[in-house]
């Protein structure tokens, strides 16, 4: 059956610990960042970080808050990169995972292009460069593990099992503690549903969370855009052809007229 994790936003502390058991299970080499007036570290998800707390502060109802915000790929039901991949590079396993495949890659990008939460990333350092982000540890689930986030978590905010037991607990944990959520899943019905929730006491949208997407699976859009492509690039090349036959035929008559 399909997993799904749930993040209690109240329950966050902000140790990053998520961050280091990524790297360490994904074998991903740390970088050098420099202080940009926040605790964040590193400043932005990339090739070499496929997750990150975000520090977010503000306030709500006049009340200040602080909260931590885990972020990596949403691991959609229905996933927009997927089928923005000519190739088939990319898919969606009966686990739950959005899972990428390098060796059918051909560095077209479109998928960075389709996601809605702009997660995969680009190896813009290598010769022959791939793309990188959150596997949900496809590997450890398969051999009946957690996921190596999950199972580090020192707080009990990430909760990782089935994907309706998931949804159950953070529909309970709403109905049971109304004063403590708001009363909405983010990624139960986002972009058609995300195997990745998020349940929180502050307005998602005050936590820089995309609060505009369609509840629809994004694919349908997809195509409709992708699909004008060889249009685009059909009528460009009439286009180029045409003025390369006027400038050949304007230096023909200038030839002439020198003679």
Known sequence: MAKGMLVDLTKCMGCRGCQVACKQWNQLPAEETECNGTYENPPQLNWNTYTKVRFVEGQNNGNFFWRFIKTQCMHCKEPACASACPVGALYKSPEGATIYNES????????????????????????????????????????????ACSQTCPSAALDF??????????????????????????????????????????????????????NKPLPHYTWQALSKIPYVVGG??????GFWFICKRRDEVQKTDNK
């Not at 049971?176 to 998602?204: A, C, M």
């Open 161 to 214: 099992g089935e994907y309706d037991d998931i949804l159950k607990k953070a529909e309970d944990k709403i109905t049971k503690s109304p004063d403590r959520y708001i009363n909405h899943v983010y990624g139960k019905e986002e972009v058609g549903g995300t195997s990745w929730l998020y349940i929180s006491g502050v307005p998602f949208d005050k936590l820089g969370f995309n609060t505009s997407l369609p």
């Open 104 to 147: 059918k890659c051909i560095g077209c990008r479109y998928c960075m292009l389709a996601c809605p939460f702009q997660v995969p990333k680009y190896e813009w350092h290598k010769a022959l460069p791939t793309i990188k982000k959150c596997t949900f540890c496809a590997d450890r689930v398969a051999a009946g593990k957690k996921t």
């Open 236 to 241: 460009l090349a009439v286009a180029l052809t």
